[in-house]
């Protein structure tokens, strides 16, 4: 293989951050009100990556992440390497600027450190200046939590980021650059004797990718847009990170929103022009097809997907959808996924529910399956495997009233605070089933079940939808009715995701 293909990484690793160090590099992503949070994946060639772990094991304040918060928490997040340490910065739009550290890639990290308390402060990045030893951060504003927007902020810096040393400048106001609104996402770096912000503008779905520079952190700085969608089918090419070689070849990697899937991630080739300029992608439109990096070759690899559950553990990939409660997951010496059937007042709503366990849902026309024992007594108990975004739809079983276990395919609208039924529920005589959702292009979704007598249909195709900000999810649920006691568990097995 001499070329890649994007999109690098195609499901939802939005608004990535890039880094090397030595031979090696690393990604993280947001991670919104995900747990665990901040992933991180590791790379030798820029475009065949891997899940090595999480930056973040909760959110904070505890509290107020014990139920989901789908479009808060980790937003924008910048990897840095400094001082013998890996670092990582982000907004929470709600509470400010955070960071942590650690002395290797798959931790210790150091529990957040709020360096910057603030509503609307987002997408957060640091700059240890080499050639003066002295430290500099930029933010950008959510005009939701704020009212200002599409202006970036600057401060001095601790060279040990525990604190700022200024109340912040307005280094860049993009209000008085014509036609530019909506700029975020800043990266800084230092090249070539200047200051440089990374930084796109003109929303997700539509906008550009732009660059400015000064020769001073606090300005003035110039602008140029340096990556547009033009007459490619990438919309919006937005946010990412600039990353140089260990041989001088410099890279740029950002991502595109696509609906359901979320923001997708690509890798484009970067070089400099006679005026000191970068010109990413193909003359500033983004490539699909380009030959690789000049780096060692790597056999295929992609973030994991499949899970056997050994010893009833999950995998990197999954993330609850609050802070998880001890209980939830219990191991167990044999191999499956046993969860707990989690009581709930809100168990008509899935979207409501810290318990679901969730991994991101492919951008490629794919199937997941899981096979299900509903084990629990309880009328009313519940599991399955449900496609979880603004709008949700699940199969699985469900123990009824009379003692018997039912196969259920429900459903609920953006709408609705409630789901119905999709289909007419029927026996499923074992308490067992295989589960099955095809996930076809423009992320529809076909429903069957196997209960032993070969997988059928159910239900009407389901439209999958994301999230105000983050794509939809493929997600494992058990939960019951609101009551007291416990009201046992259900069992997962061999979870897989096949190309259509």
């Known amino acids: 293989m001499t070329t890649y293909t994007n999109p690098i990484l195609d499901a939802d690793w939005s608004d990535p951050d890039v880094l090397r160090v030595g031979d090696d590099f690393y990604l993280t992503a947001s991670s919104f009100g995900r747990v665990p949070g901040l992933p991180l994946l590791h790379s030798r060639d820029l475009v065949h990556w891997t899940l090595v772990g999480h930056a973040l094991e909760r959110l904070e304040p505890a509290g107020e992440f014990a139920r989901p918060r789908h479009d808060r928490g980790v937003w924008a997040p910048s990897l840095r390497f400094h001082d ?17 550290s650690a002395p290797r890639i798959r931790g210790p990290w150091t529990r957040p450190l709020l360096l910057k308390e603030g509503k609307g402060l987002i997408d957060p990045c640091p700059l240890w200046d080499e050639e003066t030893g002295e430290a500099y951060l930029v933010h950008a504003w959510a005009r939701s939590r ?4 599409n202006r970036l902020t600057g401060h001095r810096m601790r060279p040990d980021a525990t604190g700022l040393l200024d109340e912040g400048t307005l280094i860049v106001d993009a209000d008085r650059i014509p036609g530019w609104f909506t700029l975020e996402g800043p990266k800084l770096y ?31 700085y110039e602008e140029r847009v340096v990556l547009e969608q033009k007459d490619t089918d990438v919309n919006g090419p937005h946010q990412g990170g600039w990353v140089r070689t260990a041989a001088g070849e410099d890279w740029f990697v950002h991502f595109q929103q696509r609906g359901a899937h979320g923001r997708v991630v690509h890798l484009q080739p970067m070089r400099w022009d006679a005026g000191g300029w970068p010109v990413i992608g193909d003359d500033g439109a983004p490539v699909t097809v380009h030959e690789l990096p000049a780096l060692p070759v790597q056999p295929p690899a992609a973030p994991a997907t499949d899970d056997d559950f050994p010893g009833g553990r999950f995998g990197r990939q999954w993330q609850w959808t609050a802070n998880p409660q001890d209980g939830w997951a219990p191991q167990h010496s044999g191999d499956g ?24 849902l492919p951008g490629a026309p794919c199937a997941a399956e899981v096979e299900l024992r509903l084990d629990s007594e309880e009328p009313g108990a519940r599991a399955g495997l449900v496609v979880l975004g603004d709008a949700f739809s699940w199969i699985g079983l469900e123990r009824g009233a009379d003692g018997t276990v039912l196969l259920v395919h429900r459903f609920a609208e953006s709408v609705a605070d409630a789901e119905r039924d999709a289909a007419h529920p029927r026996p499923a005589p074992d308490g067992r089933v295989r589960l099955r959702i095809g996930i076809g ?3 529809r979704c076909r429903f069957l079940a196997d209960t032993g007598d070969g997988p059928r249909p159910c239900g009407q ?20 009715p609101d009551g007291p006691g416990p009201a046992g568990t259900a069992t997962f097995t061999r979870f897989r995701i096949t190309p259509a």
Do not use: M
């Open 190 to 220: 230092r090249h070539d004797g200047w200051f440089w912000i990374f930084a796109p503008a003109g929303g997700v779905e539509t906008g550009w990718q732009g660059a400015f520079r000064s020769r001073g952190f606090f300005g003035p």
């Open 461 to 480: 195709v389901f439209a999958a939808t994301p999230w105000r900000w983050v794509g939809a999810l493929l997600g494992l649920f058990a939960l019951a």
């Open 146 to 149: 704020s009212g200002v927007k």
């Open 441 to 443: 292009p423009g992320a």
């Open 337 to 360: 996924l046993r969860l707990a059937c989690v009581r709930s007042a809100d168990a008509h709503d899935l979207r409501r529910l810290p318990n679901v366990l969730t991994q991101r």
């Open 84 to 100: 013998d340490r890996y670092w990582i910065f982000w907004g929470d739009p709600d509470q400010g600027v955070f960071q942590v």
